[in-house]
């Protein structure tokens, strides 16, 4: 799991605006998928949750001050008219009254606000207001001749206690002072008005009574307030966990599980942003492929857990690294990771890629069992970058990656390659070659052509190696160095494969032109599921048995021994058909090979030959001729072009030899008379 531990998903977490999931933590995610909703009421304490009402609550307050103030204000004002009417005598001195305490208690709160004063503050100057609003009216009108009609006006008197419990939503607490200080003032007023007793107790009651009630709906009122505002809580939480219950889930469609990076359908949306903005406007960018070398291999030697851990610790180091390149990285399926990031020269591009290589190499993973010679864990890159060019494609990007991948493969592991549109073997060149591939056996483009080879001791051929030839349509010969590679990247060695042994065995073994015949067979074909069949169904097409023919198996690029290989093999065998190794001592894993598998013929590559010019070389020779003798398989030099080379065979015991010395590749029509074979001088074969 990544270094950085997720964060977990609280209701705190959730009701702050930044909250973020920790990218890799995918599990956590998970559960926080899995969890349920949450009631504030566990979540917070009463007192928080009391500081987060109360400062909910002011806000409303400071909103409503104003308005309310207003309203209550002209309302206040226009009671001028009644003060008119029903005490004319004091009417000047009550109206005077109303509009200083209006317009005071007005300034007074724009001044507040204006200055931004706290909201208590604004409730004492609306509670102020109405105190002194009240007593402004009151003490005038008191002072009026006609002492019935204050009596009568005087009810109004509630409607002040009304507004500071009902009207404005004042804290409870001044609320009940104001209200109290209101009943107060109307006692007194009550005690001294020249009223009769039963006047008296009636209003006396009724101040009471709509003292008590307004102060009980306006206690009954914040409690109700009091819940709203729980409830939108828990919806606004819930709200908020079900938005990050679907990022979560977005997420982690978007993670891939083990790395916590972004898996393939995530990058692969990014590429397309990436090429958007390469598109419209200009900002070239790098596409770089890194494979895990002999990653396979890791998992067989230190079991899958540990192959895991390995690819988590690849997975951070280079996402660390991409970090200062404000890159993007991802995993784009087993052991291969993407980066994508924004830059446009070549040298920049070549650097990242270099950088990628080294960190992965500096994490120094122990990987033993490498056949190469380096103990730890490497990486191949491969590198393409934007250029401009016509009918530009997105998937091109990739698939120039990964055709310089290929080549950092090839070009021995743990290196770097960037596409290079000029080289041949990565460009539109083999493309082509891929698509003539795909029509070349319906074409006729494919052709077979039979290079002998000779038992030493009798001096007859005992057997000749095709070759396969392919032609373009305009006649000209694509060399197998060339079409080979690119059909077993394609898998149209697959078809051209079976082709080849059908061919083999209708042109020359059918007819028993030839003793045997050996193919070469890529190992993609031995990987292939089903090959051993095909094999069993061409031979029982054509009538051939399995032990006139014989497979060359050399060790390719993606030459990780793999059981269904050593399966295939041990099925081709029982089919009688004989397993030959070929180009021995070019690669890496040909001794491993001889010592899993039991090989009939040892093919020597001709590179050994070739350097026997010198005392080194010749004694390097008699080693491998040694080592495989011991190992009690048949011995077959390549590229024996002399007859000095043909003598050294002799003197060295060679079983088989072959090479130009002995004959040249040459089309079936040279093998189609058996006799002709054997009777014809190797010097006519030479020159066909
Ligand atoms: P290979 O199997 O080692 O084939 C021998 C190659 O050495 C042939 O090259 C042959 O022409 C060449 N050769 C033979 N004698 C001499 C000699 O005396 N001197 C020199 N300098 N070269 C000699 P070719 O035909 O170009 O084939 C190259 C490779 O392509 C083959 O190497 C084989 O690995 C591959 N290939 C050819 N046909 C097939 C096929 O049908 N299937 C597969 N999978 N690979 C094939
Ligand atoms: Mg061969
Ligand atoms: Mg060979």
């Not at 065998?573 to 009939?600: E, N, P, V």
Request: aromatic share 10%.
């Amino acid at each position: 799991m990544g270094a950085e531990a997720a964060k977990e998903f609280g209701t705190r977490d959730a009701l702050q605006p930044g909250f973020v999931v920790n990218e890799r933590a995918s599990s956590r995610v998970a559960d926080a998928v899995d969890s349920e909703p949450h009631d504030p009421r566990q979540e917070l304490g009463a007192a928080e949750l009391r500081i987060l009402y109360r400062t909910e609550a002011q806000a409303k307050r400071r909103k409503e001050a104003r308005p309310g103030l207003w309203i209550a204000v002209v309302i206040y004002v226009l009671f001028s008219v009644s003060d008119l009417l029903l005490i004319p005598d004091v009417a000047a001195l009550t109206i005077t009254a109303r509009f200083a305490v209006g317009l005071t208690a007005l300034l007074v709160l724009e001044a507040q606000l204006r200055r931004g004063a706290a909201t208590d503050w604004l409730d004492v100057t609306c509670a102020a207001a109405i105190i002194f609003g009240y007593i402004g009216w009151l003490y005038p009108a008191s002072m009026g001749a006609n002492k019935e009609t204050v009596a009568y006006y005087m009810v109004f008197g509630t409607i002040f206690m009304m507004s500071a419990n009902l009207f404005f939503t004042f804290r409870f607490k001044v609320s009940i002072i104001t209200s109290t200080i209101i009943l107060c003032i109307l006692y007194v007023v009550n005690y001294f008005l020249p009223a009769s007793l039963a006047y008296k107790m009636v209003f006396g009651t009724f101040y009471v009574s709509c003292f008590t009630f307004t102060s009980y709906v306006n206690w009954k009122l914040n409690e109700e307030r009091y819940n709203v505002f729980l409830n939108a809580l828990e919806a606004k939480i819930q709200h908020n966990e079900a938005t990050e219950r679907g990022k979560a889930l977005l997420r982690l469609s978007r993670t891939d599980p083990l790395t916590g990076l972004e898996n393939r359908r995530a990058i692969d949306e990014k590429l397309r942003d990436y090429w958007n903005d390469w598109q419209k406007l200009g900002h070239g960018f790098a596409a770089i492929l890194i494979d895990v070398d002999f990653f396979k291999k890791f998992n067989d030697c230190y079991g899958h857990q540990e192959g895991d851990r390995c690819l988590i610790q690849v997975a951070e180091a280079l996402s660390d690294l991409i970090k200062q390149y404000d890159g993007s990285i991802g995993r784009y399926g087993g052991e291969e990771f993407i980066v994508l990031a924004r830059m446009g020269r070549k040298d920049q591009v070549a650097d990242l890629a270099e950088a990628i290589c080294r960190t992965v190499e500096n994490l120094a993973i122990a990987h033993e069992l490498r056949r190469d010679g380096i103990a730890i864990v490497t990486a191949s890159v491969g590198a393409a970058f934007t250029r401009k060019q016509t009918a530009a494609k997105l998937e091109k990007i990739i698939h120039e990656a990964d055709r310089a991948l290929y080549l950092a493969k090839a070009g021995g592991r743990n290196c770097v390659r960037l596409f290079d549109p000029t080289d041949p073997q990565s460009s539109d060149e083999s493309e082509n070659l891929a698509a003539l591939l795909k029509i070349a056996i319906g074409q006729d483009l494919v052709s077979l052509v039979y290079q002998p080879i000779q038992d030493v001791a009798s001096g007859r051929v005992e057997a000749v190696e095709a070759l396969m030839r392919l032609k373009m349509l305009d006649g000209t010969l694509v060399p197998p160095s060339l079409f080979i590679p690119v059909a077993e990247r394609t898998g149209a060695i697959l078809e051209l494969g079976r082709w080849a042994i059908r061919t083999v065995c209708a042109e020359l073994l059918a007819q028993d032109h030839v003793r045997v015949v050996s193919v070469n067979v890529s190992p993609i074909q031995l990987k292939t599921p089903g090959f051993a069949t095909s094999v069993a169904t061409i031979l029982g097409e054509t009538g051939v048995t399995g032990n006139r023919l014989a497979f060359e198996i050399t060790e390719g690029l993606e030459m990780e021994m793999h059981s269904d290989i050593l399966r295939c093999i041990s099925d081709l065998k029982l089919l009688g058909i004989r397993i030959w190794l070929d180009d021995f001592g070019t690669g890496f894993a040909g001794l491993s090979w001889l010592r899993l598998i039991d090989f009939d013929t040892v093919k020597i590559d001709r590179s050994f030959l070739h350097d026997c010019g010198t005392p080194k070389g010749m004694a390097m020779l008699q080693d491998i001729i040694a080592l495989v003798r011991n190992r009690g398989h048949k011995i077959l030099v390549e590229g024996v072009e002399t007859e000095e080379q043909m003598l050294l065979m002799r003197q060295f015991g060679i079983d088989k030899v072959q090479g130009f010395h002995v004959g040249r590749p040459a089309p079936a029509a040279n093998f189609q008379t058996k006799r002709a074979i054997q009777k014809r001088p190797f010097t006519v074969l030479k020159s066909a």
